[in-house]
Structure formats: structure tokens, C-alpha cells
């Protein structure tokens, strides 16, 4: 069944709707405090707590891997419960475990606090998810996430301001404080987000699965795929960074402008590459054709340890970051192209009344960059320096170009799981 055509989402930069500027709203609060923790969380445990790098990098993966733990409950209950009342619960919970870390004194400690904040992190983003799918309809669906991932963006740069503060004081309070600051923030997200309307509650039925989601073996193949897909993230996020200090003579500097680059380009330009995605066969074709991009991005990233061979001295370096920005261009295009066909993809296969349990399944898909990542990258990226940034452009060609028949098979199975949809 054909869903009315998407009326305009945004004037000036707000979305028209009200429900959609309560979800922005609270978001955007939400994601100041995180960019203000991520700014100086590992400075205060390495500096303040006194704790080394290698265990809070330990207490951060066992901690996200617990995390994960809280995602399908969360969204079943937000299914069978009404997912309003569940997320403001989330939200206020999350709200108190944001400051719960600035107590840790031990790595044991710090593996406590930041599980009970990644189970409710986790928890709270994966009903969010199924709010939006709920609320953003006839088409706004994909628009609204991608509005929200520039909203996302925004949210942590102003944060990294507040975090940037806390650095240049560089006193024991004031990265405290930062703690307390992101625990008022989500506070504060909580009780604007009780604002939306009671959304309809799906009660368990008797003879039910009590996990449907996991049943439904398309839509796991597909949570799979795209996991595998979102490896560039990391790729990104780490293997630059490693492969820029280790395999080449560019300016450090280059981190930080690659990541501006990124962020100005989301908030300003996710939303539009986000219009073709509103079924699931034009989702799967926007993940092909972002898939491309990132691949030709990597391949352009992987030649910059050249340079130096091919110009001597400033002319090679020059060549060298004029490669890296249109390597990192091209996956920015890629990533926010693709990021639209994920989300439709994912909508447009989960049933309407049990969008939380569904959008929190897909959601465990970031495991696999979040834990085979880091270990990937840097043995391809580094370890085997250009070689591997080819094999992972033709890994990430490969994984989009299979993601459209694999899309195609779930949506012909949507009627077996009751979900009435569109091919577009």
C-alpha cells in the first residue's frame, strides 16, 4: 500500500510538525552532553581517576558490549507497553547514569557505571527509533532521521565547546561538571519528550513469540548486511587516524579537518541526499550507489602513501591532503547517501506495531563495527597500509551491491510477518 507523499518537513530549519520538534528538540539536548563527555571523558580518567589508557579502553568495550543487552527488551517493551511512557523512563534513567562515571575510581568501577549507561543509552536510542518509525509517516520517516543526524551533529559540536572548557581549566570540577552537565541535559530531554502524544500499545498476543523480531530471518540477514556495511564509520573514525600517523608524512592536523569536514557536511547536506529513500527497492538502490562513493573515497585515501614517492617535499605532502580531502569527500557523499537507504530499508521492512522491537534489532547491527571494527582496521589499514584500503573499497562495493537482492528477497517475505508495503 502506497503511503501519501511526504508534505514539507522543515521551515527554516524546524521541523513543521510538533511531535518531530519535541523528538529534534530533545535529541539536540541529548547529543550536547555526549559531544561534552566525549571531549574530556578519557582525559579524566587517564589524568584525574588515574587510571591507564589500556583500561579505559577495556571498561569502555566490555561495557558496550553489555550494552547491547538492553536493546530488544527495551523495544518489545516499548511495543506491548506504548513506546511514550517507555522512552521518558529510559531517558530520565539515562539522565542519572550520565553522572554515575564521574564516581569511578577503579576500572571495576568505571565497567559498572558506563554498562548501566550504555544499557540505558542503547535502550533509550533503540525506542527512539521506533517513536520516529511511529510518528514520521507517509514518507518522512527517512527524511526526519536524516534531519535528525545533522541535529545529531550539531548537538556534539556545541558539546565539544562546553568539553573544550572543561579542557582549558583543566581542574578536577570542571570535568566533573561536564559529567553533571550531560546528566541535566538528557534530564531535560526526558521531560520534552513527555510531551508527545501516548502513542498505541500492541499488547503480547498469546501463542506469540516473545521475540518476533528474531524470527523473522529476512530481516535478520538484512540487520547482518548492513552491520557489515557500517564498518566504514570505523574505517573513518580510526583507520584515518592510524593510517595518517603511521603510513604517512601528512600533518597531524588533518584528523581534525577531516572530521569538520564531515560534520559541516551532514548537517548541511544529509537531508537532501536522504529524499530517494523512502521505499525499501529506492533504499537499497541509494545504499548501492553510497556504497560506490565510500569505495572510490578508500581508493583515493589508499594512493595518499604515494605521494611522498611520486613529488618530493611540499609539492607531495600538497598532493598528498588534496587526495585525502577528496577521499574523504567522496565517503561523506557516500555515507550520507547511504545512511538514507539504511534507515529506509529498515522502516520498510519492520512491521508498523512492532517498530521497536524491529528498529532495536537493527540497531544491535552496530555490534560488528563496534567489536570487530577497531581490530579490522587497523591490520587492514595500517598493516597492510594502501593494499588494504583497495580490499576495503571492494568489501564495502560488494556488501552494497548485495544488499538489493537481499532487500528485494525480505520484501517479498514482508506479507508472511504482516507488514503491507510498497516497492517503490
Known amino acids: 500500500m502506497d503511503e501519501p507523499a511526504p508534505g514539507r518537513l522543515t521551515h527554516r530549519g524546524v521541523p513543521v510538525d510538533r511531535e518531530l520538534r519535541i523528538l529534534a528538540l530533545g535529541q539536540l539536548a541529548n ?74 575510581q577503579t576500572v571495576t568501577g568505571l565497567v559498572v557505571a558506563l554498562s548501566v549507561w550504555n544499557v540505558a543509552g542503547t535502550a533509550s536510542m533503540a525506542v527512539q527509533q521506533g517513536v520516529i518509525a511511529q510518528i514520521a509517516r507517509g514518507g518522512r520517516g527517512v527524511l526526519f532521521k536524516a534531519y535528525l543526524r545533522a541535529v545529531t551533529n550539531v548537538g556534539i559540536a556545541l558539546g565539544s565547546l562546553a568539553g573544550g572548557a572543561a579542557l582549558l581549566i583543566d581542574r578536577p570540577s570542571g570535568y566533573v561538571a561536564v559529567f553533571l552537565l550531560d546528566a541535566v541535559v538528557t534530564g531535560f530531554a526526558a521531560v520534552v519528550t513527555y510531551r508527545l502524544p501516548a502513542l498505541p500499545a500492541v499488547p503480547h498476543q498469546v501463542g506469540e513469540p516473545l521475540f518476533p523480531a528474531l524470527r523473522d530471518g529476512p530481516f535478520v540477514a538484512i540487520t547482518v548486511l548492513l552491520g557489515l556495511f557500517t564498518l566504514h564509520f570505523t574505517v573513518m573514525e580510526l583507520g584515518i587516524a592510524l593510517y595518517l600517523t603511521q603510513r604517512t608524512h601528512l600533518p597531524r592536523v588533518m584528523i581534525a579537518v577531516l572530521l569538520l569536514l564531515n560534520t559541516v557536511a551532514v548537517a548541511l547536506f544529509q537531508v537532501r541526499l536522504s529524499r530517494r529513500s523512502d521505499s525499501v527497492t529506492t533504499a537499497a538502490g541509494s545504499l548501492l550507489r553510497g556504497g560506490v562513493w565510500i569505495a572510490g573515497g578508500f581508493v583515493l585515501i589508499g594512493l595518499v602513501a604515494r605521494t611522498d614517492t611520486w613529488l618530493p617535499g611540499a609539492a607531495g605532502v600538497a598532493m598528498g591532503i588534496a587526495l585525502l580531502v577528496l577521499g574523504a569527500g567522496a565517503h561523506v557523499i557516500g555515507e550520507m547517501i547511504s545512511s538514507g537507504g539504511q534507515w529506509g530499508v529498515q522502516m520498510g521492512l519492520a512491521p508498523h506495531e512492532r517498530q521497536g522491537q524491529y528498529q532495536a534489532l537493527a540497531g544491535m547491527g552496530w555490534a560488528i563495527p563496534g567489536i570487530a571494527g577497531p581490530p579490522l582496521v587497523a591490520a587492514l589499514c595500517v598493516g597492510l597500509g594502501e593494499v588494504g584500503w583497495y580490499i576495503l573499497a571492494g568489501s564495502v562495493a560488494a556488501v552494497a551491491a548485495a544488499g538489493v537482492p537481499a532487500a528485494r528477497w525480505a520484501l517479498a517475505t514482508r506479507a508472511r510477518y504482516g507488514v503491507t508495503t510498497h516497492s517503490g
Open 31 to 104: 547529543r550536547f552532553g555526549s559531544g561534552a563527555v566525549m571531549t574530556t571523558s578519557a582525559v579524566y580518567f587517564t589524568r584525574v581517576v588515574g587510571l591507564t589508557a589500556a583500561q579505559v579502553a577495556l571498561a569502555m568495550a566490555v561495557s558496550t558490549a553489555i550494552g547491547l543487552s538492553g536493546q530488544l527488551p527495551a523495544g518489545r517493551l516499548a511495543d506491548t507497553r506504548g513506546p511514550r511512557g517507555v522512552l521518558v523512563i529510559l531517558l530520565g534513567l539515562l539522565a542519572v547514569a550520565s553522572a554515575l562515571p564521574a564516581l569511578a
